[in-house]
């Protein structure tokens, strides 16, 4: 029988690759690594699509989530790559936000540069944990709302949240600056033994603070004549 | 420079390396040295005193060249049409929050997608173009982003992290460009409104050296259909009107209103309604057809053997060759003749459409009520019939809006969007009122059935001889009770509608099944 | 025969009609010419031995341009095609059409057949198609199809012939054409309205004596017709006297029509024009849309498409039938017809988008909800034009994105036809699982 597509021997592949081509090839296939990297976590921590917010867990996951990133090359873009990927649902088929939040914290952590900004407006999911252990040197702004336990054992590092967060925010800081534009909710500085949380808007409620100090707007409302530090 | 007698040269070969757009000759005008390229409704005008500029560093013919391509590639490629364009542009303006910047955001997207499409895929001298023309501002950042993402030296240097974050977004990827749009706008919003203010002290607008775009880019019928296929493509009602809104001054001096095209500038664009309208027109039933029917006469139709017994006077004496013989000769079988009949008016139309409090308000957010009773309207005017619209809330404390039987679809729009969100009873004597002004009018009732005086509505609606469809929302004790007190009338259909989608699809299947019944006469 | 040249006679030719006989508005336009496209494309189908359906309100020029296109090409004179006319109406019969016994011969008890005009000659015009009765039009279905034309135990087949029909928009006292017989023609076009002004120079203008009478010629053709040669005979002596009407036309009116020798010619350099590889993608998108049903594995008009298929945004889902395999060859020989009297060297994409509504107007039939959408539009054509005008941009925006992955997918297809070990691209648009079909490589989209 008569080859039906005779007219088409002749033709290779025509198309020129510019170098946008080659920016994008490379962006996709580091994303599919960090992909790959948190999928492999979710899988060794978050059995049955459960995982537990507890001290233990999250110390757990942060190392997993080092050695899965050992390797990689990225840049702090290919951070914010991850964070829009966690929204579509096509390319992560289950979002669990505490892993993924843990996860993103040490993508930042141990990125190259210095200074990070992550343009998270768009961003549907709020990202939990971010921030977490954060060291000295680092900078970290995001556009955008984050999640509860935002700057969790932050560990020197600045972090600046141009939007709000919800609970838990600063919990178990160590040192470092929180900075948060808007507005915080419960159990701000939970834990937290050091560092400065400064907040713009207002703050629903503190936890249990053992030092350190939080700002709302120019006013220290921790330690004050009504707060008392707490020992655990 | 000769410029038009370059273009004439190459215009065949552009037009196609491009696929033959459908487009006329590119015309010359003397223009600014500053601007290359202007486009109106598909005629591209170049600037005669901009090529002179760039004589002494390109040739003639790959200027004019690499102009062409890129206006061309915005006819064929982006933003293709101006659905797109809004689409990029509402895109836009949820970053920026302003119009201005939105535009210009969108503007300069569009320009790094087509440039960047004609220098992947097609031959270009655009990278030179660029190379030649000096730029600052957001401008100057493009080309630094062109020289990354081309891989052609213009002597811009390798560019700040704005650029390394430009260059990853992929502009190619058209059905990623929603996304794309809002972080090209993200990642340009301090340059862009740093060039605002430097503009707005200079008190000069600055330019794009390939040209604005604009609504003057499109047709009339271009901006009709964008304009339908964003109102179905938006997720709300706001979206529509607020770019719409942004967008209004440009659609009037276009001459576009709400009614539709070149209804003159005497009616302002009310996005509500335009958004209804457009919306409407997707769910359309076809205009009727001339029916076939019997003539009444007999008309000769085939020939058949003749059989000894049937009638001789039957006989085709041509084809039985002047023989009567069987097997020879050959009669006429008869048959009614079929023509085209013509219709029966379709009888005028009445919409009641419920605007209390309990019902969703039309210009907040989509009313699947009001989009019906678009619907039923646009169907009855499509067929030659009037339509009259009676919309209450508290009619007794004036909360209503009675618009007499015509054939304006603008008027019948607004009484339809008008919105009291007040209690709900209506007052008989207003409908009686529409009912004697047209012959039999079919009744179209969309409400959710909470009217005080349900009582005296359903007696009425017992007493009278009209087609009556009642659409009502959700299930309870008043729908019941109406469903129960009008059951006995075979000219009374009743519709609960679970789903507040379907309330278009109900109303036109319903009003097909009043056209396919409707009587025909010779 | 110098290159080019049959094309400038036929330029002339057209310029002739519109200046002199058919007076009209350009309405199409390609690679920078105006041309109307009633008359561009009857002379097309003149010259390819096409089958042209023309529509118009009553009193636009729909037979008396077929007429003079038919004349000036074939150099029959004018009268001898107003006598082979075959008239749509009820009470047509097969002996008015195609042929009748020889009555004195039949009294002698010998069947001989009387060939009617319309059967002979090859300019065949029908006038008001869709007046006759369909199982008239049936009758035709055959001669229309090929130029066969039997009656009694005879056969007649024309060895070239153009076909036009004329018919009214619907109205009392119309059928529809029987789908097989639209299906036979190669492509529809309208007559239109030439506008006030050049109406009013029409009406100043008519003549009594038309240019392309010639008595004496249409004298000696009727006898020839009439004659009991055998109709390769006729043929001939009938060629002698287009010669001369053909000489005539070039004297006195600075015609040059075409022998049947020339035609020859011309159709022999028509075929020999190639399609570029854009051209003969897209048309191979453009078929794949209209033919394709991923359910039911093709389309066929008894068989509903579903709301929830994938392939809802492609013209399969807004066409009832399924395009023939004359849709293709139609536009493969108006294409090349158009590329060879422009004098380019290969069909392309604008060729063939320019052809491709004409084509494919009588051949569709689209759904009601899609028709509904569409005829209150705005437009300059008949919606049935429109309609198809609007389909083949549709289908070339879709090209036009993926022109550079569909040639490689075609690339790689011929490689995979031929048992080289290489997966078929994939892709969303129909082609690509026809492609799959072709290579007999299994598809495995869910349906």
Redesign the interface.
């Known amino acids: 029988m008569k080859n039906p597509f005779e007219a088409f021997h002749n033709i290779g592949v025509r198309r020129r690759e510019i170098p946008l081509d080659t920016i994008l090839k490379s962006k996709e296939e580091t994303l599919a690594r960090i992909l790959r990297g948190y999928e492999d976590l979710l899988r060794n921590e978050a059995k049955d699509l459960v995982w537990l917010m507890q001290y233990s867990t999250v110390i757990k996951a942060y190392g997993m989530a080092e050695k899965r990133i050992e390797e990689l090359e990225y840049t702090a873009e290919d951070i914010e790559e991850f964070c829009y990927a966690l929204d579509r649902s096509d390319q992560i088929p289950y979002l669990i936000t505490g892993p993924a939040g843990v996860y993103i914290s040490a993508l930042c952590n141990y990125a190259p540069e210095e200074e990070i900004t992550l343009n998270l407006r768009d961003v549907n999911v709020k990202i939990n944990l971010l921030g977490y252990r954060l060291p000295p040197n680092k900078k970290l702004v995001v556009n955008g709302n984050l999640g509860d336990f935002s700057g969790i054992g932050l560990d020197g590092g600045e972090l600046i949240v141009e939007g709000s967060c919800k609970n838990y925010t600063g919990a178990g800081m160590k040192r470092g600056l929180l900075t948060v534009r808007h507005n915080l909710g419960f159990n701000t500085g939970h834990g937290m033994t050091g560092g400065e949380i400064h907040v713009g808007g207002r703050i629903k409620g503190l936890g249990k603070i053992v030092g350190g100090k939080i700002f709302e707007g120019d006013q220290l409302i921790f330690p004050n004549e009504g707060v008392k530090p707490y020992y655990f | 420079m000769e410029v038009k007698k370059t273009i004439e040269n190459i215009w065949p070969k552009v037009r196609k390396k491009h696929l033959f757009p459908q487009i006329p000759v590119p015309e010359v005008v003397e223009g600014e040295e500053a601007v290359a390229l202007e486009i109106k409704s598909k005629q591209l005008r170049i600037s005669k005193a901009f090529c002179e500029k760039l004589t002494h560093t390109m040739k003639n013919e790959d200027i004019v060249e690499a102009i062409l391509d890129h206006g061309i590639s915005h006819y064929m490629y982006c933003p293709w049409d101006f659905h797109t364009y809004l689409t990029l542009y509402n895109e836009a303006k949820k970053v920026v929050k302003k119009k201005d910047l939105a535009q210009r955001a969108t503007s300069s997207f569009v320009d790094v997608v087509s440039d960047t499409y004609c220098v992947r895929d097609k031959e270009t001298k655009i990278p030179e173009l660029y190379k030649n023309i000096r730029t600052t501002g957001l401008n100057e950042v493009l080309t630094s982003l062109y020289e990354r993402i081309w891989g052609f030296d213009m002597g811009r240097g390798r560019g700040d992290e704005r650029i390394s974050r430009l260059s990853r977004i992929p502009y190619l990827e058209r059905k990623r460009w929603r996304e794309s749009v809002k972080k090209f706008t993200t990642i340009i919003q301090d340059i862009l409104e740093e060039d605002l203010e430097d503009e707005q002290q200079e008190n000069q607008r600055g330019q794009n050296p390939m040209g604005e775009h604009s609504l003057s880019d499109y047709s009339l019928e271009e901006i009709d259909q964008g304009l339908r296929e964003f109102a179905g493509s938006v997720q709300d009602l706001q979206q529509f009107k607020e770019t719409l809104e942004d967008l209004k001054e440009e659609l009037e001096e276009q001459g576009y209103a709400s009614g539709g095209m070149g209804r003159g500038t005497g009616n302002p664009i009310d996005a509500d309604l335009l958004y209804y309208m457009k919306i409407a027109e997707s769910y359309t039933l076809p205009i009727r057809s001339l029916p076939i029917e019997k003539t009444g006469d007999l008309y000769p139709y085939s020939h058949a053997p003749w059989e000894v017994g049937k009638p001789v006077s039957h006989i085709d004496v041509w084809t039985s060759f002047g023989k009567i013989m069987p097997g020879i000769s050959q009669l006429w079988k008869r048959k009614e003749g079929e023509t085209y009949g013509e219709l029966e008016g379709t009888p005028d139309c009445l919409i009641v459409i419920d605007s209390s409090g309990s019902m969703v308000n039309p210009r907040e957010r989509l009313s699947h009520a009001v989009l019906g009773a678009a619907c039923a309207c646009n169907a009855y005017l499509k067929n030659g019939a009037r339509v009259a619209v009676y919309n209450f809330s508290d009619a007794f404390r004036d909360n209503k809006v009675i618009m007499d039987f015509n054939y304006e679809k603008e008027r019948a729009y607004r009484s339809i969007c008008k919105y009291f969100g007040g209690g709900t009873a209506l007052d008989l004597d207003d409908i009686l009122y529409l009912l004697v002004r047209a012959d039999n009018p079919d009744i179209f009732i969309i409400t959710d059935m909470q009217i005080t005086n349900l009582e005296t509505l359903i007696g009425f609606f017992n007493q009278i001889q009209n087609r009556v469809t009642a659409v009502h929302l959700g299930h309870n004790v008043h729908s019941s009770r109406f469903k129960e007190g009008t059951n006995k009338r075979s000219n009374i259909s009743v519709f609960n509608v679970k789903n507040k989608v379907d309330i278009p699809k109900i109303v036109l299947g319903q009003i097909n099944e009043y056209l396919l019944s409707s009587p025909t006469r010779h | 025969m110098q290159d080019g040249h049959y094309q400038k006679r036929l330029r002339n030719m057209y310029n002739y009609i519109s200046d002199n006989l058919y007076l009209n508005r350009p309405d199409i336009e390609i690679?920078?010419e105006k041309f109307n496209s009633a008359l561009l494309l009857g002379l097309l189908s003149a010259i390819n031995r096409g089958k042209e359906l023309i529509i118009g309100e009553p009193g636009l020029g729909k037979t008396t341009s077929a007429e003079y296109v038919g004349s000036i090409v074939y150099r029959y004179p004018l009268g001898v095609i107003w006598g082979s006319e075959v008239p749509g109406h009820?009470?047509q019969?097969?002996?008015k059409i195609i042929g009748?016994?020889h009555?004195g011969e039949?009294s002698k008890g010998n069947e001989k057949v009387v060939w009617s005009n319309f059967a002979q000659i090859p300019v065949k015009v029908v006038d008001e198609i869709n007046r006759l009765?369909e199982?008239k039009q049936s009758m035709i279905l055959n001669g229309v199809d090929r130029g066969n034309w039997e009656y009694l135990n005879e056969t007649l087949i024309n060895d070239e012939y153009s076909l036009f029909a004329t018919c009214n928009y619907?109205?009392?006292?119309?059928?529809t054409i029987i789908p097989p017989l639209i299906d036979r023609f190669d492509i529809l076009v309208e007559s239109r309205h030439p506008g006030p002004n050049i109406a009013f120079t029409i009406g100043m203008e008519a003549k009594r004596d038309h240019p392309l009478r010639h008595p004496e010629y249409e004298k000696r053709l009727h006898e020839i017709l009439r004659g009991d040669e055998a109709y390769e005979e006729k043929m001939l002596l009938a060629e002698e006297i287009s010669d001369l009407f053909g000489e005539y036309m070039k004297e006195n009116l600075g015609l040059e029509g075409l022998t049947k020798q020339e035609r020859r010619e011309s159709s022999s350099q028509i075929e020999k024009i190639g399609?570029d590889?854009?051209a003969?993608s897209f048309t191979r998108m453009m078929l794949a849309e209209l033919s394709f049903c991923h359910k039911f594995g093709q389309k066929r008009s008894l068989e509903q498409c579903e709301e929830g298929c994938h392939y809802t945004g492609y013209l399969c889902h807004h066409v009832k039938n399924c395009a023939s395999n004359r849709l293709p060859i139609s536009i493969r020989n108006y294409a090349q017809t158009l590329a060879w009297f422009l004098e380019d060297e290969e069909v392309?994409?604008?060729h063939v988008?320019l052809i491709t509504p004409y084509t494919l107007a009588h051949r569709i039939q689209w759904k009601?909800?899609y028709?509904?959408?569409k005829?209150?539009e705005?437009r300059n054509d008949p919606l049935q034009i429109y309609m198809a005008r609007e389909a083949t941009e549709e289908v070339?925006?879709r090209y036009?994105?993926q022109?550079?992955y569909l040639?490689?997918a075609?690339?790689v297809?011929?490689?995979a036809?031929?048992q080289d070990e290489i997966a078929p691209l994939d892709g969303d648009h129909p082609i690509y699982e026809a492609i799959k079909r072709?290579i007999g490589a299994k598809d495995e989209k869910p349906v």
């Open positions: 690679k920078g009820p009470e019969t097969e002996e009748r016994p009555l039949l009765p199982t619907q109205d009392r006292g119309t059928n399609f590889l854009e003969n392309d994409l604008e988008r009601d909800s028709l509904s959408k005829e209150g705005g070339f925006k036009s994105e022109r550079e040639t490689e075609f690339s297809a011929y490689r036809f031929d072709d």
